[in-house]
């Protein structure tokens, strides 16, 4: 059996992480906003789920004009989410039940209102204090535009002008301006922070946009023309390395540094890297020398198709094993669909458009929603390597897509002139029980509005549930942990079209049915499936249906 116990090294090559994001999770004050007590309550709804490790998104000091990650303190906890010993408390409470902690980096850029930035503000330019970010003088006769045609993630130019004329860089929110890491305070710094959250106790880091910090700031500085904004679809247009400001070459030094940080620890701290890079480049953030691990992006976004899916978990498997990583795979985030809905969106949907019908056009069975939702989990947990999991997924919410336009948060949706939807549809906080003010999410209201379906999803109303969406994930993460063992996966030999079938260790085999007629099961022990079969011995896979074979 796979050793996952706290002395393990190697916990994390095929662990099962969950995402809490912690101003949605549980509110412990009842003011509407999740925060670290409310966590602390809650983590023996992890350990019973089963999962090894929690990744907590960012609960640092932040005006939340991103949602957290616009970090003014990196060393420090949001008051309005509680103290240091809160969260020291936590951890310790993590521990005590078994589970790591994992945090979430936020190295590519700081708040505004960060010290440093506030600094470069008042030093004005030429200061050592602008050295810290990207300040430049803009183009024209006055420097009245920006100084290259860099775009924000979020809508518009990557430049802002400060009244003294200059202008800096943010590849997010204007509220979120960019580091200088050729800087070498910038890197110190970081290093200290590091350290400063493995000595409390820390397991991991996740790297929030880590293929964004190295940039080619040689002058004059190089314009992007029309290749497209968000780094991935311009990425897959360029020579690997060479974008401006996305996925260069140089971005993996830093990481090589981290790596001393991580293994100065025993056992070593692990990470892993949000990078939105074409496949075969993901691979090289998880290299053992650098991150250890890199999300598997490609994977979230592959249709539900079976030769797709196939396609793209060999390719990963294949790029893991040659990085000398372990694979990685994750169907829903704070920053995408959940994937409850998005499975069951036709595929040539454009996803705003979607959002801003509030769900309508197309409209979207929750029931088909939830049954792939299902089946895609019970496969993804079956693949050799990590999954993580994002909270709420285990209840099988959907995607909260008819939020009103006045509720919105996601500075995506004022940076684009409204015409952006963004992303709070998965931030919705959680219900905990079926009735209550929040559906026990706290005392009080919820920072975004929940839908009254809520109530139905609540952990209450699925606990002891038989054929619950959260008894599947309790049960399937239970089966895991025993039948795990190496990273070996053997695909079966004459799968008929829209199957994937392969084998694990010990003759343990999973098997999943895209297609939508009904296909013949492969013989073997059902131990689980991810929709409830009528008649579980007349040798039938529904179509949208996983099951787990024992030999
Ligand atoms: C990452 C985070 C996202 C955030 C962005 C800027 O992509 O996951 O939520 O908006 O970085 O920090």
């Known amino acids: 059996m796979t050793d996952l116990s706290s002395r393990n090294p190697d916990w ?9 994001y912690p101003r949605s999770f549980a509110d412990a004050d009842g003011d509407g906003l999740g925060d670290i007590r409310g ?7 992890l350990s019973t789920l089963g999962v090894d ?3 907590l998104s960012p609960f640092y000091p932040s005006e939340l004009a991103d949602g957290g990650y616009d970090v003014a303190d990196h060393r420090d906890v949001d008051p309005r989410l509680g103290t240091l010993a809160d969260f020291d408390a936590m951890v310790a409470e993590a521990h005590r039940l078994g589970l790591k902690v994992i945090v979430d980096i936020v190295p590519n850029h700081t708040s505004h209102r960060h010290l440093w930035f506030e600094e470069a503000l008042r030093a004005g330019p030429g200061s050592p204090a602008r050295e810290r970010y990207v300040f430049r003088p803009g183009k024209g006769k006055h420097g009245e535009l920006p100084p290259s045609d860099w775009q924000s993630v ?3 130019s990557a430049w802002q002008r400060v009244p003294d004329g200059e202008w800096y860089l943010h590849l997010f929110a204007a509220e979120q301006p960019d580091l200088n890491w050729d800087h070498d305070e910038v890197r110190a710094d970081f290093r200290t922070t590091l350290r400063f959250w493995a000595d409390r106790g820390v397991d991991g880091f996740r790297v929030d946009v880590a293929h964004g910090l190295a940039k080619d700031l040689t002058e004059p500085l190089r314009d992007i023309g029309d290749l497209a904004a968000t780094g991935e679809d311009a990425l897959e247009r360029v020579a690997p390395g060479t974008h401006p400001y996305w996925d260069r070459d140089e971005v993996h030094e830093i990481y090589r540094d981290w790596r001393k940080v991580f293994d100065a620890y025993s056992p070593s701290r692990t990470a892993v890297a949000e990078a939105w890079v074409p496949g075969p480049r993901t691979a090289l953030y998880a ?4 991150l250890g691990q890199a999300f598997n992006f490609p994977y979230l976004q592959a249709p ?4 797709e899916l196939r396609r793209r978990i060999i390719d990963a498997l294949a790029a893991a094993r040659s990085a000398g990583a372990s694979a990685t795979w994750v169907l829903s985030n704070h920053d995408v669909i959940r994937h409850a809905s998005r499975l069951v969106l036709p595929p040539d949907t454009d996803d705003n458009a979607w959002l801003l019908s509030g769900g309508r056009a197309p409209a979207v069975d929750e029931r088909a929603g939830l049954r792939r939702a299902r089946a895609a989990t019970l496969l993804m947990l079956a693949l050799p390597g990590s999954s993580y999991l994002y909270q709420g997924e285990e209840l099988g919410l959907p995607e909260v897509a008819d939020l009103p336009q006045a509720a919105l948060q996601d500075p995506i949706w004022e940076q684009t002139g409204r015409t952006r939807k963004g992303r709070d ?3 919705v906080p959680l219900p905990w029980t079926t009735d209550g003010p929040s559906y026990g999410f706290g005392a009080g209201g919820a920072w975004l509005p929940q839908p009254e379906s809520f109530a139905s999803y609540a952990v209450e109303a699925q606990a ?3 054929g619950s969406t959260l008894e599947l994930y309790r049960t399937a993460l239970r089966l895991r942990r025993k039948l795990l063992e190496g990273e070996r996966l053997t695909w079966a030999a004459d799968t008929p079209p829209g199957v994937l079938h392969f084998a694990r260790s010990q003759g343990w085999r999973c098997v999943t049915n895209l297609s939508d007629a009904p296909v013949p099961m492969p013989p073997g022990e059902l131990l689980l499936a991810s929709t409830p079969l009528e008649e579980p011995g007349a040798g039938v896979l529904p179509p949208d249906t996983t099951a787990w074979l024992g030999a």
């Open 12 to 20: 994390w090559r095929q662990a099962v992480i969950y995402q809490v």
């Open 39 to 45: 966590v602390t309550e809650r983590l023996t709804h």
């Open 53 to 55: 490790a929690l990744w």
């Open 154 to 156: 979020f809508g518009g």
């Open 287 to 290: 290299r053992p020398d650098e």
């Open 304 to 307: 539900w198709d079976a030769d």
């Open 425 to 427: 549809g998965c931030r």
């Open 464 to 466: 002891g549930a038989a």
